[in-house]
């Protein structure tokens, strides 16, 4: 009997000393195994005198239970103990700086197009868009743009074939509008357009805005109004328009028009009154109908109003650059 109170006591020790499931196991082996030590004891009941079996009997299921007992709390002790070991391990602490995530923005001239668009909306414009890859026609000889004109020399040009090429202005969208809608009509047309040039300031694929304005009776004064409040607006109140002469071969007069801004006049853009040639090629009759028409270069006016030195700098990708518009 007192044997069998000993183990007991041996095995809670050793119960209470284990730290994993291994060594619990061991422990359940060795004194409840098919030859372990509480089970060598209860094969010995049989050899006791009968009236000793009960008592001692009871005493071995009293200890069996209790190792049972004891190994099956220490069993679930372990459990949880390895579980939060677990948990500890793959814990994520919500109160860390979390990882900083560079957010992106507008390109400079998709931003720069997207505020000219406002400002011409908001005066009454439509914004209209055509195909990057024109024919000569229109591109060249609905505007007025004879076989012979410079502008129509593959050295200038990206020419699919002799009669396709990558559009070189777009300009050719007003010929597409009016041979689309009646007048009175006034759109806008931003876009990319394409020529055989590359040095600071100029690429070979760049952004243009056109417009175009038809209805009766409309002079210069309208041409140079509707451009003021553009160039008011990009630029601030105090922008001013200067008028200079020039020529395209789809306006009549024609002009080359500088903004002053920041102390310099600027040239941004071209324009002029719509030729009666040009009328005339999309049926319009010019002794009734009358217009202006303008063409902006985008870059050209990022390029003032945010002193960019390098037109390249729009296209290289560089984040550095773009990081500061
Ligand atoms: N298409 C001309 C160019 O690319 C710009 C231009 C000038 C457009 C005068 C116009 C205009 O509509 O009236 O250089």
New binding site residues.
């Given amino acids: 009997m007192k044997e069998v109170k000993e183990l007991l006591i041996e095995a809670k020790d050793e119960i209470s000393s284990a730290n994993d499931m291994a060594s619990l196991n061991n422990i359940r082996i060795k004194y409840l195994g098919k030859k372990g030590l509480v089970t060598l004891e209860m094969k010995k009941l049989k050899k006791l005198p009968q009236e000793e079996k009960p008592k001692f009997g009871a005493v071995i299921n009293k200890v069996r239970n209790e190792i049972e007992k004891l190994l099956n709390e220490k069993m679930e002790e372990i459990r949880k103990n390895e579980k939060i070991k677990k948990f500890e391990k793959i814990r994520v602490d919500v109160t860390l700086p979390g990882a900083k995530r560079d957010k992106g923005h507008l390109h400079i001239l998709t931003k720069v197009q997207r505020e000219l668009e406002d400002i011409f909306i908001s005066m009454g414009f439509e914004v209209v868009e055509g195909p990057e890859v024109e024919d000569t026609w229109h591109n060249f000889d609905a505007l007025n743009t004879p076989e012979w004109h410079p502008a129509r020399d593959a050295q200038d040009s990206f020419y699919f074939d002799e009669k396709t090429l990558l559009r070189?202005?777009?300009?050719p969208i007003?010929i597409r509008t009016m041979l689309e809608k009646k007048p009175p009509l006034a759109i806008i047309s931003p876009g990319r357009?394409f020529r055989r040039d590359y040095d600071s300031t100029h690429l070979p694929m760049f952004t243009?805005m056109?417009?175009?304005y038809v209805d009766k009776n409309v002079t210069v004064r309208h041409l140079k109004y509707t451009l003021e409040e553009m160039a008011r607006r990009v630029f601030g109140e105090s922008a001013k328009v200067r008028l200079k002469p020039s020529f395209?071969p789809?306006?009549e007069p024609?002009?080359e028009v500088d903004v002053w801004f920041q102390g310099n006049w600027l040239e941004i853009?071209?324009?002029?009154m719509?030729d009666p040639n040009v009328f005339r090629n999309v049926g319009y009759d010019p002794e009734t109908w009358s217009g202006?028409?303008?063409?902006?270069g985008l870059e050209r006016i990022a390029m003032v109003k945010y002193g960019i030195k390098d037109i390249r700098d729009f296209i290289r990708n560089d984040v550095r650059f773009l990081e500061n518009y």
């Fill in positions: 070189t202005h777009t300009s007003q357009v243009q056109e417009g175009l395209f789809f306006t024609s002009y853009l071209g324009a002029g719509v202006f028409a303008f063409g902006l």
